[in-house]
């Protein structure tokens, strides 16, 4: 036990200098018997060996594999760490993850609310680095450009012995990058999670804390997200579901079935018009909606807008499109409109890891009476504070909900 403590504090020690990439190979680091499992005498001798090489003028190992070998035993229990990404494609991991290339901001969300150490993120998507007010520790890290048509250059030469894209959305464009790293870097592991969807969101974060060795920090995430999904889960009866429209970005743009946003209405208590609609985001007649007569009508802003979410504290201009919404032909008859339950939502809070946030203020918004006690705000606050580590107010910083 002793041991094992003292290995564990040697490895948190070391941890706080900057990786050092080292190729992955099919062998535990410090393994001297080659049996596949780490003794506390084979990773204490890998110890000294670096020890004696560092301050002795030995010849022995480097500091990457006794803080490999170091964080393998005490944390992994001396034996490789089995891993399954969303995609279904088991991976065997031999040493941690020391620098990773992340493609999608959902997945780079999710790493900093398990508590990853910003120091192992090498790269990141160009989106991501755009989000300079949410994501400031990776200002200055190397932008691979977008998930469609990334530089495969730049994210080579980072040196990646991990790269993360989505599992179910632009499949196409993943599968290539895929393809074309594995051929081009021999041990790369490329995972595939997507970090946005309510129903595999537990499991994902669950996969991505074990392979990164934040399994605790992990589950402390995952309670609190379980906790904010249930309160919403408990669900409301058909019969006082109010009808919801939902409007994209585009004017008499709709989501059906297939569409995330339909499935947050759903657990917010609503139910969507549209949801039987051929395609996932059908633009509708406009004659459609009157005749439909929402009573609760939902408008998402964010995308191309530079206003609202983490950007500013602009209640203006959701005003403003609250009001072109008003003033839409026929829009006087709706129930919405009669009842003042025509609400503005920002994309950032509504969608990627943090859709459970904006689902919790749409149940506020869709079902008041049955989430009376719900509290989004203070959710979405420690979110921000506890697992997003960010000095960001929401009462005085940001703007996601009108009115």
């Known amino acids: 036990m002793m041991r094992t403590i003292l290995l564990a504090a040697l490895a948190a020690l070391l941890f706080l200098a900057v990786p050092v990439s080292a190729a992955d190979t099919d062998s535990l680091p410090g393994d001297a018997d080659g049996d596949g499992t780490l003794t506390g005498d084979e990773v204490s001798a890998t110890v000294l060996?670096?020890?004696?090489?560092?301050?002795?003028?030995?010849t022995g190992t480097d500091r990457t594999e006794a803080l490999d070998a170091a964080q393998v035993y005490a944390f992994w229990g001396g034996r490789p760490k089995i891993v399954t990404d969303s995609a279904g494609k088991t991976a065997t991991l031999y040493r941690p993850l020391r620098r990773i290339v992340?493609?999608?901001?959902e997945t780079l969300e999710t790493l900093r609310s398990i508590g990853l150490d910003a120091g192992r993120v090498v790269a990141v998507d160009k989106y991501s680095l755009e989000k300079s007010s949410f994501f400031p520790e990776y200002q200055g890290k190397t932008n691979i450009g977008s998930i469609w048509s990334p530089d495969m250059e730049k994210i080579v030469t980072a040196r990646p012995d991990a790269?993360?894209?989505?599992?179910?959305?632009?499949?196409?464009?993943?599968?290539?990058?895929?393809?074309?790293?594995?051929?081009?870097?021999?041990?790369?592991?490329?995972?595939?999670?997507?970090?946005?969807?309510?129903?595999?969101?537990?499991?994902?974060?669950?996969?991505?804390?074990?392979?990164?060795?934040?399994?605790?920090?992990?589950e402390a995430f995952i309670a609190f997200y379980e906790s904010a999904m249930n309160t919403i889960r408990d669900g409301v009866p058909d019969a006082d579901r109010p009808r919801v429209y939902f409007e994209y970005w585009i004017d008499y743009r709709t989501v059906a079935r297939n569409a995330g946003y339909n499935e947050k209405?759903?657990?917010?208590?609503?139910?969507?018009?549209?949801?039987?609609?051929?395609?996932d985001y059908p633009d509708i007649d406009p004659e459609s909606v009157i005749a439909n007569n929402p009573q609760v009508v939902v408008k998402l802003a964010g995308q191309g807008l530079e206003f609202g979410g983490y950007?500013?504290?602009?209640?203006?201009?959701f005003a403003r499109i609250r009001s072109a919404l008003l003033l839409r032909p026929g829009w006087t008859t709706l129930d919405a409109v009669k009842n003042n339950r025509v609400y503005v939502i920002h994309s950032d809070i509504l969608g990627g890891a943090q859709h459970f946030i904006g689902t919790a203020y749409l149940a506020k918004i869709i079902s008041p009476e049955r989430f009376g006690t719900l509290d989004p705000q203070a959710i979405h606050q420690r979110y921000l504070t506890d697992f997003q580590g960010i000095d960001f107010d929401l009462a005085t910083q940001g703007a996601f909900v009108y009115p």
């Open 49 to 58: 060996a670096y020890l004696d090489a560092a301050y002795m003028g030995g």
């Open 102 to 105: 992340v493609c999608n901001g």
């Open 163 to 218: 790269v993360f894209l989505y599992a179910t959305i632009s499949t196409a464009a993943c599968d290539d990058i895929q393809q074309k790293l594995e051929a081009t870097v021999p041990g790369i592991h490329v995972f595939r999670f997507d970090c946005f969807k309510p129903a595999t969101y537990a499991d994902e974060v669950r996969a991505i804390a074990a392979m990164t060795g934040r399994e605790e920090r992990g």
């Open 265 to 279: 209405i759903g657990l917010a208590g609503g139910v969507n018009p549209y949801s039987g609609e051929s395609t």
């Open 311 to 317: 950007a500013g504290h602009d209640l203006d201009s």
